[in-house]
Nanobody
Framework: VQLQASGGGLVQAGGSLRLSCAASGRTFSSLIMGWFRQAPGKEREFVAVISWSGDNTYYADFVQARFTISRDNVKNTMYLQMNSLKPEDTAIYYC????????????????WGQGTQVTVSS
C-alpha cells in the first residue's frame, strides 16, 4: 500500500487546513485509515481514525471537535479537515492504514505515508 499525504502548509492560529491522503496498491475500502502527527522533539501521537465504511470515527482528546476525518472510497482518498488551528498543532502529519482494526498505537498500523508539514503561527 502506498500512501501520499498532501495539503499541509503555513496557517495563522484560528485558521483551517484540509489534509488529503491518497492510497493505492490495495482495495481502499478494506483499509482502516488514520492520522498521526509528530511535533519537533516529541513522540509521534495518534490524531484520528476512520473505519472501512466511514461510519465510525475516533479522535484524540486534544482534537476537541476541531478536526473531522472522512474518506471517499470511490476516490481512494482520506481527508482531515482541521479548523481552529493552534500553534501546538504544528507538526508533521502522517497518514496511516491498517487491515486489522481501529487502533491508536503506532505499531497497529502497517502502512505509513511520508508526512506533510503543518505549521501554525501565533
Amino acid at each position: 500500500v502506498q500512501l501520499q499525504a498532501s495539503g499541509g502548509g503555513l496557517v495563522q492560529a484560528g485558521g483551517s487546513l484540509r489534509l488529503s491522503c491518497a492510497a493505492s496498491g490495495r482495495t481502499f475500502s478494506s483499509l482502516i485509515m488514520g492520522w498521526f502527527r509528530q511535533a519537533p522533539g516529541k513522540e509521534r501521537e495518534f490524531v484520528a481514525v476512520i473505519s472501512w465504511s466511514g461510519d465510525n470515527t475516533y479522535y484524540a482528546d486534544f482534537v476537541q471537535a476541531r478536526f473531522t476525518i472522512s474518506r471517499d472510497n470511490v476516490k481512494n482518498t482520506m481527508y482531515l479537515q482541521m479548523n481552529s488551528l493552534k500553534p501546538e498543532d504544528t507538526a508533521i502529519y502522517y497518514c496511516v492504514a491498517s487491515a486489522q482494526g481501529m487502533g491508536v498505537l503506532k505499531f497497529e498500523y502497517e502502512y505509513w505515508g511520508q508526512g506533510t508539514q503543518v505549521t501554525v503561527s501565533s
